[in-house]
């Protein structure tokens, strides 16, 4: 049975700021709490309690320190499928409370008890939890209980504050996804609330986050980012922020349109990718399509500038032409003219008189155009080593009489 009164109100000049409004069931997390004024003057670390606000009862705390009282779980109310709370007073130990600044200040630290937490946290049936719980923050000058005859250490500060289930992360899928972004992920695990929560995804936001019924899961689409493997998915929700490394792999994949064109005819094609605005395309001119610049080919499979098995002055797998003349819009876009008249050798020289063939065909934007340019060759940059955009659908080009 909770000691004293919980039906006085707090007055307007003793709210409390806090750093974060909500936390995850069980605490564990460490918050500050702020005044607009030093309320805080004595040499004595105030006393703070965690008050449960119930169905009916003010949002408030009481006007003096309250004996704590253990979180009174019932069974599920008739009708519903989860435990909830009637009553509740956890007391923070006065090790988890700070005063930061000095003496006379306006900031308290505090770390959330383990006892915060939501009901039937211990198992039981049914299975469906309590999903949150609010609670009040309340600051005192002392641990004095009101009796008869003495009066309660007196409320100085209090603040608002929610508990959540903590989401927990076990799987991504797919697990990979181009540099441009679009794809839709389904991420799954648990307690992710069905509205309030955000998500980093390589350090930029997700967008459409639509969580599924029961909170086991809910999906997204992946940001832009730089072709990289082994981001981190991070989810940030009232129940505190969980972090999935390695969640994600981009591929440093490109999109084009238009992706065909008549054989010997001239296109322009718009390039969107990731990562653009950091290579030199100045020599994109057509004349020097293997110096140490980057290029953007039109390449027959997978491009691969390893010298060949017989003419090590060769490119294995060299671009059968040059999409010229590049004009870098932002670093998400490009735009290149593929003049379908010509080709380039496979000694790299060009070839003006000798059309590209029919077929179907890569477009690969490289950052260095030279001959054993990857980790180990001739031509291996200081760093990075050449990059080359991969072969992927929105990649494919065809040369045809459509």
Do not use: W
């Amino acid at each position: 049975m909770i000691v004293g009164t919980m039906g006085t109100a707090f007055a307007a000049t003793v709210p409390l700021t806090l750093s974060a409004a909500s936390g995850p069931s069980g605490g564990g997390n460490t918050i500050t709490a702020t005044a607009t004024t030093n309320i805080f003057t004595t040499a004595t670390t105030p006393a703070v309690e965690f008050q449960y606000v119930g169905t009916g009862a003010a949002a408030s705390c009481s006007a003096t320190y309250l004996a704590p009282a253990a979180i009174a779980p019932t069974t599920a109310p008739t009708g519903t499928a989860a435990y909830v709370q009637t009553a509740g007073v956890i007391a923070v130990p006065p090790a988890n409370v700070k005063k930061l600044g000095g003496t006379n200040t306006n900031k308290i630290s505090v770390t959330v008890p383990a006892g915060l937490a939501l009901a039937n946290t211990g198992g039981g049936t049914p299975t469906i939890l309590q999903s949150t719980a609010k609670y009040n923050l309340c600051v005192y000058s002392g641990t004095t209980v009101a009796a008869t005859g003495v009066t309660g250490s007196p409320l100085i500060g209090n603040a608002a504050y929610t508990i959540a289930g903590k989401p927990t992360i076990t799987g991504v899928s797919p697990a990979t996804g181009p540099a441009l972004g679009g794809t839709t992920i389904t991420v799954t695990g648990t307690n992710f609330p069905s509205t309030g929560m955000t998500g980093t995804l390589g350090g930029t936001a997700l967008t459409n986050i639509v969580v599924a019924s029961g909170g086991t899961s809910f999906t997204a689409t992946a940001p832009a980012h730089a072709a990289q493997t082994g981001v981190s998915l991070i989810i940030n929700s009232a129940g505190g922020i969980v972090t999935q490394t390695a969640a994600y792999d981009y591929t440093n994949g490109v999109v084009i349109s238009p992706n065909t064109a008549a054989p010997s005819s001239t296109v322009d094609v718009d390039v969107q990718g990731v990562g653009f605005l950091a290579p030199n395309f100045t020599t994109s001119d057509g004349t020097t399509p293997n110096d140490t610049n980057a290029h953007v080919y039109l390449v027959s499979g997978a491009y691969d500038p390893t010298p060949d098995t017989t003419v090590n002055t060769n490119k294995a797998n060299p671009e059968v032409a040059e999409c010229v003349n590049v004009l870098v819009v932002s670093d998400t876009e490009l735009i290149c003219t593929l003049v379908l008249t010509g080709s380039i050798g496979v000694t790299g020289a060009p070839a003006a008189a000798t059309p590209v063939k029919q077929g179907t065909y890569t477009l690969t934007v490289v950052t260095d155009g030279r001959l054993d340019v990857q980790t180990g060759g001739a031509n291996a940059a200081s760093a990075p080593d050449y990059d080359a955009s991969l072969i992927t659908s929105g990649a494919t080009f065809t040369v045809s009489p459509y």
